[in-house]
């Protein structure tokens, strides 16, 4: 085991969030703008029987605290349709440091299921700029959390919210933007069914909350989402025909999600981004009670596990203790478990095909790009994921960004708003499926 200080591990990661938060505002070409203040006024489409709870002031309740995100009864859940809207609020938003979101926002509690189809109350944010235009985008932020204090609905609020920059291309545009806690109240880390039934409930509740002056039933949706956000914007796009037929998704922008979930796991085991590995295995232990991890890992394994289950990969932002991304750099998965790979359990292969991307096929066309140099996933796994979404029905519009996988979620951000902006516009998608089937 390569025995790297925890102290120094995360002394040298300081400069590099640092440094990558000061690129991504110059990326995005950010201006200081003023926060929309007008924001106290609830839309006049709130459904009756939905609770209205008080605008949130600093110092801000985390929501393991706080009555608006506590759970509904059980009875109370398992009547209510997926998608209801059951609270809402009028919120401040608040972008990273001194950027203003130039938006009126709302949060609602939102009706939704889990990964083993269990009820469950999921919140997300609304965004509606000053003159909204008819689109709706779903925009699923990378919070990668094993812990709410790290879900946007928390970090909008608190100021911690980084990917506001990619976003906010969105709100220029006049889009409303809803963004769910799509990993649920448990902050299922990697639970595709789960995160994928979050987004589309989200979804649901924003079309059922806003104002059909803002949105109606034929308003077109998109999907935007990169890293993990992007894998859980595609498990809703590869779901959505069963569980939400209803939603009329126009496009979808996926960036740099993990293709497949065990060459992922080889690929950052060892290395820089080894905590997410760790990550992925307490998140999906709280979806699958197949995966018994007392028997897994090793005394150390056990001390990691308990760490890692109150931590998320923004934690240097969001002002949590021990980030993942240094806690665990470097570190080796086999170091903390009792068996020499991890990934030859049955019952964790089991999991990860059934977590596994690329399954279904979708009607709306897809725009999928990924870092030539990506550290989380191998650029041979983002092509093989895009030809088996071209074999399986959906236009796939393939891009390599030059660059590694942080630098891509800025390069391609631009290119992803185009493509979906060109959807909303019903104009016909290109395509790079021939060119895929014939590698």
Request: proline content about 8%.
């Amino acid at each position: 085991m390569r025995v790297v200080s925890p102290a120094c591990r995360s002394l040298a990661l300081r400069p590099l969030v640092f440094f990558l938060v000061c690129l991504s505002l110059l990326a995005a070409g950010c201006a200081w703008q003023p926060p929309v203040t007008d924001f106290a006024v609830p839309p006049p489409a709130v459904a009756a029987a939905a609770a209205r709870f008080p605008q949130p002031e600093a110092p801000f309740t985390e929501p393991a605290e706080d009555a608006f995100h506590a759970q509904p009864h059980a009875a109370e859940l398992q009547a209510t349709p997926p998608g209801t809207v059951m609270r809402y609020r009028p919120i401040a938003p608040e972008a990273y440091y001194f950027f203003g979101v130039n938006a009126r926002a709302w949060q609602v509690v939102y009706r939704s299921n889990d990964t083993n189809g269990q009820p469950q109350a999921s919140v997300a944010t609304l965004l509606v700029p000053d003159d909204p235009a008819p689109r709706l985008l779903s925009y699923q932020v990378a919070y990668d959390a094993l812990t709410r204090r790290c879900a946007p609905s928390y970090e909008i609020l608190s100021g911690s919210m980084v990917e506001h920059m990619l976003m906010d291309k969105a709100l220029r545009r006049g889009w409303i933007v809803v963004l769910p806690d799509y990993e649920g109240p448990q902050t299922q880390f990697l639970a595709g069914r789960n995160s994928g039934q979050g987004v589309l409930d989200g979804i649901r509740a924003a079309r059922a909350f806003l104002p059909a002056a803002w949105v109606d039933d034929d308003t077109p949706v998109a999907l935007w989402g990169y890293s993990g956000g992007a894998f859980a914007s595609l498990w809703a796009a590869e779901i959505a025909a069963d569980y939400a037929p209803e939603i009329p998704i126009v496009g979808v922008a996926a960036g740099g999600p993990p293709a497949d979930l065990a060459s992922s796991a080889e690929h950052i085991d060892g290395g820089l981004f080894a905590g997410l590995y760790f990550a992925a295995v307490v998140g999906l232990s709280r979806a699958y009670d197949t995966i018994d991890t007392q028997a897994l890992l090793n005394a150390d394994g056990r001390e990691m596990f308990d760490d890692v289950s109150d931590s998320c990969v923004g934690q240097e932002l969001a002002w949590v203790k021990d980030p993942l991304l240094s806690g665990y750099a470097f570190d080796d998965m086999r170091d903390y478990t009792t068996v020499d790979n991890l990934l030859t359990v049955p019952a964790i292969q089991q999991v990860i095909a059934e977590n596994r991307l690329g399954q279904r096929g979708f009607d709306a066309p897809l725009y999928y790009y990924h870092a030539f140099f990506d550290e989380l996933t191998p650029r041979a796994d983002a092509r093989d994921l895009a030809r088996r979404y071209c074999e399986l029905g959906v236009a796939v519009d393939f891009r390599y960004a030059l660059g590694e996988h942080i630098s891509a979620a800025l390069t391609r951000a631009s290119s992803a708003v185009r493509y979906l902006d060109a959807r909303f516009a019903g104009k016909t998608p290109a395509s790079d499926c021939e060119n895929l089937r014939g590698d």
